[in-house]
């Protein structure tokens, strides 16, 4: 399908037009950015890995039954995906507490949290994403109740197909962020799910194997999420 204008820069992906109205091309950008867009680095290759490891873990998860927005891997960086109105929404769930959680609520890192929680946070950059409840959606109608349950009930299934699949390669899922679309009236995930997104440990070291190794500026980052790719058989 041949790529057209550009829609949208998000801050790792870009987004194009077709010339089929309900399909758009995503593009993975190298670009890596931490603290709400306050800080950018390019990372070679990661828009590479990110594609790749966003496509694999999609098909897992529509074999489990889940409506995702992936349509087909176009090239390296690019994917073919359905072209959805975005819920502006975030949707966290938390196995394990870490980051904006211990920093809220000042549980311990590392705290196996049972059952997990989930969370919703605002897309909005300039406010530094805030958490709000269903309430918050309702009253300002970012999505319907129906979508609202239908966004929380994919997120709980989603946790059960990957918490195996990281489990079954030696890795704790210790958080991570979905966001959905409607596309024809039907809610799908959409976005990416990639290491950018989640937190990811090592189930005997607890060694970092995502963007918190950016975050904290640990180093190898690119290798972390190549590790991953390579432990749960993703093709690179
Ligand atoms: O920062 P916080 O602890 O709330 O993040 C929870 C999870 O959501 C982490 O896996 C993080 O990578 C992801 N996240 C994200 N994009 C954001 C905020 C959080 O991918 N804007």
């Known amino acids: 399908m041949q790529k057209l204008q550009q829609l949208y820069a998000g801050k790792a992906k870009s ?3 077709t010339e089929d109205q309900d399909y758009v091309v995503l593009s993975f950008r190298d670009d890596t950015s931490a603290f709400d867009g306050e800080r950018i680095e390019q990372l070679s290759r990661k ?5 790749k490891f966003n496509a694999f873990i999609m098909e897992q998860l529509a074999v489990a039954g889940i409506p995702t ?3 087909k891997l176009l090239s390296a960086n690019e ?3 359905k072209n959805m109105k975005m819920i502006p929404v975030e949707c966290v769930v938390r196995n394990v507490a870490s980051g904006s959680l211990v920093r809220r609520l000042g549980v311990e890192d590392g705290m196996e949290l049972n059952p997990p929680v989930f969370e919703f946070f605002l897309k909005n950059d300039a406010l530094h994403d805030p958490m709000v409840n269903e309430y918050h959606i309702a009253t300002f109608g970012w ?3 129906e979508q609202v349950q239908r966004m929380k009930a994919l997120t709980f ?3 059960q197909v990957l918490k195996k699949l990281f489990a079954d390669a030696g890795m704790i899922l210790v958080d991570y962020k979905l966001e959905f679309g409607v596309f024809k009236d039907e809610v799908y995930l959409g976005d990416e799910f990639s290491p950018d997104g989640c937190r990811l440990w090592d189930a005997e070291t607890r060694k970092k194997l995502d963007k918190d190794r950016f975050r904290q500026g640990l180093g190898g980052v690119i290798e972390a ?3 991953v790719a390579q432990r749960i058989g993703v093709p690179l």
């Open 143 to 145: 999505a319907t109740d």
């Open 15 to 17: 987004v194009f037009a």
């Open 47 to 51: 828009g590479e890995i990110n594609n």
């Open 69 to 71: 927005h992936f349509e």
């Open 79 to 81: 994917a073919l995906v």
């Open 157 to 159: 299934e989603v946790n």
């Open 225 to 227: 999420y190549e590790e």
